[in-house]
């Protein structure tokens, strides 16, 4: 049988997959079984963050697996040792507890942010308030905190405490805060899944403002934001944000499963002995290929995102079919004429593979992405936007 008609017979039919077979690649570049080849303006969905097969991430991880591959959490190991320092002293924060996944990291703010509120503000303070529009993951709990009804309807009844509020109104989060029971608001500071929609930088202030003075907790989703992919190592940053919890996976490891949920000092250790766990959770493997990530997203190389990011808008801000450019840094989003699926479809078909987020185009690429092959990219989407 071919690789498409094992996945269809064996592989649970929750994806809704591209007629491709990735084999192979290197950098940007991806190739299919029928040796054709690919722009990725994708990195898997902000995952591979210095492209496939890059030579430093290869060395860092075949360098750790011939050391030891795994080690449960009832021992000490550097990786995951030095990671943690490495993102507290990049962040400010103080202590980060490892996962495997954004819906997992997610899972252990709700968690701190439960019990730090009943600890500090007594049991009946437990709710945690999202965006509507907002994506937090597929567990129960992270779908509940997820404010777009269509993925709540088949799966009730959900996990109670959660309730969401429209971006950008002050009033509507004041009306739901006003009985006391909200122990803190998570927030994505640019709505990846929502369809690459940036918060307003007025409204993120007034938000933290008013979350610091009602001794509620600012809890920041950089699932798909962080890790350099806004210009900055995490998308708050662009916002001047100071959060208690910032919860991040995706690019960390670029291209292991790895979730991080970073605690600043106000909440750092509300989590004690057998609170929370995680058996894979900082494995060395995957923390090894994360400090070889992390230990590149200097200035310098961010300032590049940035520049990369303004390229991109530059080349694609006057195409005939594309009406208007989000996003932050190398996170993208094209409104376009054509449906965004027919706009990525034509791409694919001239060598270059781009996602969508509801309705628009959305360009995720690898951040060391070259200039030429951006160049490139952009001339292929430029070309399938354009309406007939
Ligand atoms: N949070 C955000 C903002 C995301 O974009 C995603 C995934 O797209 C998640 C959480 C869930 O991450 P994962 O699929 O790794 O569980």
Request: charged share 20%.
């Amino acid at each position: 049988m071919t690789t498409f008609e094992l996945d269809q017979a064996y592989v649970a039919s929750t994806y809704k997959r591209f007629p491709v077979e990735i084999v192979s690649g290197k950098g940007s570049l991806v190739k299919d079984s029928a040796g054709k080849e690919y722009i990725d303006m994708g990195s898997g969905i902000a995952v591979t963050s210095f492209g496939v097969a890059d030579d430093e991430w290869i060395a860092a991880v075949e360098k750790q697996i011939h050391a030891v591959q795994h080690m449960s959490n009832l021992y000490y190991t550097a990786p995951c040792a030095e990671l943690a320092r490495l993102l507290c002293e990049k962040t400010g924060m103080s202590k980060v507890f490892f996962s495997n996944s954004g819906a997992e990291a997610n899972e252990c703010a709700i968690k701190v942010a439960r019990k730090w509120a009943a600890e500090h503000k007594g049991p009946a303070c437990s709710t945690i308030l999202t965006l509507q529009n907002s994506f937090h993951g597929r567990t129960l709990t992270t779908l509940s905190a997820t404010g777009q009804d269509h993925y709540h309807e088949l799966y009730q009844p959900l996990t109670p405490g959660f309730a969401s509020f429209p971006a950008g109104d002050m009033d509507a989060l004041k009306k739901l805060c006003a009985d006391g029971t909200v122990a803190a608001v998570l927030i994505e500071c640019v709505q990846g899944e929502g369809g690459v929609v940036p918060l307003d930088p007025a409204f993120a202030k007034e938000l933290a403002d008013f979350t610091r003075e009602n001794d509620i907790l600012l809890m920041v989703d950089e699932v798909q934001t962080g890790n350099g992919r806004s210009g900055r190592m995490y998308a708050y940053m662009n916002y001047g944000l100071q959060p208690d919890v910032v919860s991040t996976a995706k690019g960390l490891a670029g291209g292991l499963p790895m979730g991080a949920t970073l605690l600043s000092e106000k909440v750092k250790d509300v989590f004690t002995f057998g609170d929370h766990g995680s058996t894979f959770g900082g494995n060395p493997v995957a923390a090894s290929a994360a400090l070889s990530v992390v230990t590149r997203l200097t200035d310098d190389f961010l300032a590049g995102v940035t520049r990369k990011g303004e390229l991109l808008r530059d080349l694609l801000g006057n195409a005939p079919g594309i009406e208007s450019i989000s996003g932050l840094g190398l996170m993208l989003g094209l409104k376009t004429v054509r449906p965004a699926a027919e706009v990525v479809a034509a791409c694919m078909q001239n060598g270059v593979l781009c996602l969508t987020a509801k309705d628009k185009v959305r360009l995720l690429p690898a951040l060391n992405i070259p200039e030429e092959l951006l160049r490139k990219a952009a001339e292929v989407i430029r070309a399938a936007a354009a309406p007939a």
